[in-house]
Structure formats: C-alpha cells, structure tokens
C-alpha cells in the first residue's frame, strides 16, 4: 500500500478544490475568434447558455419561465433553476469549469447615487449581469428596488460559484426604477462598475465609482460589494495509534485505518491512512480530515473506522470495525487516550473472544483549516515572477518560424502564454509590479550567457508594471539578445527560493510566490534543478512551467510528480508537488483552458502550505470584522 495515500472519494479539503477560478479581462490575447483588444473569457467546452430565466423583484414577464424567488445561470440551454432561499439568489455556474468550486456570496451597497426624481429622492435598484464570451452579457439577477434612498444596501444577496483559473466577467448596473415594468431600458441609468468575480474575491470588499455608457463618472456614485465564502472550513486534527492488534499474516500485520461518513446512500469513505509495516502496535503518522467529509460538520454523526491489514494484491484483510462519534473522539488526549475496540463479526462467536485490538485516540482537535479565501482576503500577497527562455533553440527571432518571431497580427506562443497566466494572477498582486528574467541568452555589454538576467536590463529594478508592462518590456529586450544556451532551470527557481525563504521567516502568511518559466527546450541542469525544487516545496512557492514548440517534454513531465513526490539527487524527498507542466500546443487557440490547466493546483497549494505551517492570514481578524 501507498505509505502517502491521501483521502478518497468523498474526502473533502478545507481549501478549494481543484477548479476553483476567477480572473480578470485578458485584453488582447489571440483566443481563437476574438480580436486582438477584446475581453477574453469564455467557456473550455459547451457554449453560453441562452434563454435562461431571470429573477426579478418586480412585477411582470420574466426572460424565460417565470421563477419564484431565484436565479440560476446554467450553462444548458433554456435552464432555469429550483427557487431559493428568499434572501439569496441562486448559484451562478461557468460553462466547462470544474464542479468543485467555492461559492462566494455577494452583497452590494451603493453611496451618493444621482437624484433623478425631482419631488423625491431615486429608487434604486442593481442589476448584475454575467459576460460568458464575447460582448454578449447575460443578466444574473436583480436586487430589491429601495424607495427614496441614495445610499442604498441592498438586502439580496447573489451566490456565484468561484473558479481561480477562468476570468469571470461582471457588470453591475444600477437604475432609478421609475415604473413597474420588467424592461429596465426605460428607467433612468444611474452608473455601472465592470469588473471580475476574481477582483472583488482578492479585494473581499470593493468600492470603485459608478460610471456612465460614455464612460464619465457618474456624479460622485460609487458600489460597493462585499465577497463571503460559504463553507464550513473545519478541520479535525487527528493523532492516532492502536496496540494488540490482531496478526494477519505469522507474527505481525501491516495496519491502516479507513474512515468512513454516514450518508443517505451508506458509508462513504473519508479518509485513509498510511500503512504502518510489520508493527501490531502502530503509530499513524498525524492526519486531518475535513468535518465535512468526516461527518457533515455534525459532531454527533456516526463515523465508521475500519482497520485492515494491507495486502499487495488489494484483498486487503479486515482486523476490525468500530463505530463511533467526533464527539468522543474528541474526549482523548495524551495522557488519557480515548481507547476503542477493533470488532471483528467473524471472531464474536469464539469463546473468549474480547476484541481484535485497540484503536487509542491521542488528539482530536477540531480548528478551522483558512482556506485560499481567506488567504487573499487576509492580505496575502501573489508575488508572480515570470522567466523567459531565450536559448538558440527558439530560432532567430528575425525568421516567422521563431518562437520569439514578433507578430505584427498576433501574439507568439511565449507572449500568449504570459497573457493567459498573467492577467489572472495580477489581480493578486496590490501593486502589480512583476520581475521578469531571462536565461540562456548572451546579454550586452559583457556578451556572457546569462541565465538570470532581467529582461529590462535593470538588476536593480527587474520589474515590469502589469502584464502590457511585461509585453513591451520583453518586444524591446529580444533585439539586444544573442539566442545561445544552455537550458538552465536552477539559477532562476533559486533567485525566487530566495525570497520565499525570507517571507516565511516572517511567521505569518503574507507572502506566496509563484515562478511562471515558459521554455522551449529540455533542461540540461535536472539534477540541480531537481534539488532546487525539493528546496522550493518547503517554501511559500509554487512553480508553472510552460513548453511551447515542438520539443521533448519528458523531463518536464517527471518534475511535475503528480503520483509520487520528487526526490533530489541526494535522497532528500520534496516536501509536496509544487510543479504544474502543461505544453503549449495542447491548448493552442484557447488560453481560457490554458489558464485553467495552470492554475488548478494553485489555491490548494497556497491553503495547504500555510495551513501546514499553521500560519495565519495577516489580517485575520478582519476575516470577520471588515473595516
């Protein structure tokens, strides 16, 4: 049996899942069917829903079948959803996107709207509207109208699932509501904010100002909307051990243990844990499982244990079974262990027969696990560094068949590749100043090959204002380099070590760095690039790689150790997988997907770490008390 096998089906983590995403407009980037400086955002697969129903506060026809109190977007056509609950409209989903997302609830609040009535004051009401792909907007909602306020907070609420690696485009329009009819196009228009669900995520609660079609200012109105996880994030913190145990197999056995949850449908399986080998008196290695894999968050719901003894061949035999509460599970401790019985049904009819062995509980602490969330609406910062090979290899740039060949109707690979990563990580960034580095290149004026040099040619100020910043840093370096070699990782992810090493001295969670090395070619320094990524996985930092062209990926493909951790040359054994490989070419034509691919891994990486490490957002207290 796998000594890191993690939870199973059913297991839930108190961080986001793999899916979750949001993202801002990816302006400019060459997504097949959009013109260059159109918004990007859209779906991997399945097309923009159309004639889904739309909820309204107010009297009169709906788009669609009429529905009672809620609003689902749906990515099928002609999908309307189930009402909700009054005061919350209903789950917004993105077509393609994974099914574990988190879901956010939004609450809006407006200040110093115009007046438009002349006897009274406006009645507001905020409209929010979805944009999928294109220029097309769906709308999603509608809060309550207010009478006579200015200052409106609004008392619906919109539930939106939240994806970290797909841009999620949102308009809120605001109306002095006039008259009783559904169409707003006759009510007076009192301003508009566009932005991304990712934006108003990152910020947890954004004020920007209202503004008018034509773009000027409208008055001195502003929004303001406020972002809340929905989720019970806790966790259980287990320390377990068990002794006479049953031997299965000559003198001793090979235990692990299988937690299940009671649901309508049967157990299900939460949690499993190492095998300890040869030992009738194991000590499992520390675990937590989430309280809602483990029991729905209820701590009276019964939880099944099972203890088996590993076998290869997957005929794993039963010890014994016990059934128990977290509520008991949590009366243990090291001095006084809740001590429970391994039943074996098959043994109960021998004589003498007492138990198959004891399962003792050391620790039982349920905590609150942060999750990405509350990471990013805590204070912790995304540093985002990005590295850019430009060995031979690519070609001269000068030649159409470059991969540094500059486009005068579209971007290259190493270009689009920035867009689809950048433009969704910057909304993580306060001040969006990106370092951007080369490698592989002969630099003016000494003409040595460096593998760490900054492509603005300022080793004192590497950095690049926003992702254009990086563009056009990157379009007027490549006519002052000499493409030469060799493809060295190292230098570059340890430049980055460097700094996670410093943030995580600082013993809380404000800092996490993420290196984006786009690359052409096979590395020619694995072993020390093996034992610079080891280093990394013990640090706040996660590293994306990105191969465009045609090359040998293989390498890349070992380094991002999905099945197994990555061992440097040394034995030393990375601490978790912070690598994510994707080749180019895979997505050509839709950096939406690109991005997805990428990023997935992120927030589970970000929450994990610093869970691990028992590190607290910067600003925890603010989690619940907004200023």
Known sequence: ?????????????????????????????????????????????????????????????????????????????????????????????????SHFATKVELTISCENLMDMDIFSKSDPLCAVYINTSGSRWYEFGRTEMILNNLNPKFAKKFVMEYYFEMVQRLKFCVYDIDNKTYDLSDDDFLGELECTLGQIVSNRQMTRPLLLEDKRLAGHGTITIRAEEITD????????????????????????????????????????????????NPIWRPFRISLRALCGGDVEKPVKVDCYDYRVNGSHALIGTFTTTLAEMQTGSHVCPTELQCINQKKLKKRNYKNSGV?????????????????????????????????????????????????????????????????????????????????????????????????????????????????????????????????????????????????????????????????????TDMDQTRTAIVEASRLPMSIIIVGVGEADFDAMEFLDSDDKLLRAPNGDVASRDIVQFVPFRSFQGNSVALAQSVLAELPDQVSSFFNSFNLKPPNVYNLSNPS
Request: hydrophobic fraction near 40%; charged fraction near 15%; aromatic fraction near 12%.
């Open 1 to 97: 049996m796998d000594s890191n096998w993690s939870p199973i089906s059913g297991a839930s983590r108190g961080s986001p899942m793999q899916g979750a995403t949001r993202g801002s407009p990816i302006i400019g980037s060459p997504l097949a069917g959009a013109a260059r400086g159109s918004p990007i955002i859209g779906a991997v697969s399945g097309s923009p829903m159309t004639g889904a129903s739309c909820w309204t506060p107010m009297s009169g026809p709906a788009c669609g079948p009429p529905i009672s109190g809620a609003s689902c977007w749906s990515p099928m056509s002609g999908a309307t959803s189930a009402p909700s609950m009054p005061e919350s409209v209903g789950v917004a989903q993105t077509p393609g996107a």
């Open 359 to 523: 399962v003792c509980f050391k620790r039982c602490e349920v905590v609150k696990e942060f999750t990405f969330l509350d990471y990013i609406m805590g204070g912790c910062q995304i540093n985002f560094t990005i590295a850019i090979d430009f060995t031979g290899s690519n070609g001269d740039p000068r030649s159409p068949q470059s991969l540094h060949y500059i486009n005068p109707e579209g971007y290259n690979e190493y270009l689009t590749a920035i867009w689809a990563v950048g433009n969704i990580i910057q909304d993580y960034d306060s001040n969006k100043m990106f370092p951007v580095f080369g490698f592989g290149a002969q630099i003016p004026n000494s003409w040595q090959v460096s593998h760490e040099f900054p492509i603005n040619f300022n080793p004192a100020n590497p950095f690049c204002a926003g992702i254009e910043g990086v563009v056009d840093a990157y379009q007027k370096c490549l006519p002052q380099l000499k493409l030469w070699g060799p493809t060295n990782f190292s230098p570059i992810i340890n430049h980055v070590v460097h700094f996670a090493r410093q943030a995580l001295r600082q013993n809380v969670a404000s800092q996490y760095f993420v290196l984006l090395i786009i690359t052409d070619g096979v590395i």
């Open 233 to 280: 994030t806790r966790v259980a913190n287990f320390e377990v051990s068990a002794r006479c145990l049953d031997k299965k197999y000559l003198w001793w056995s090979d235990p692990f243990l299988e937690f299940f949850k009671q649901t309508e449908t049967g157990w299900r399986l939460a949690h499993r844990t190492e095998v300890v080998k040869n030992n009738l």
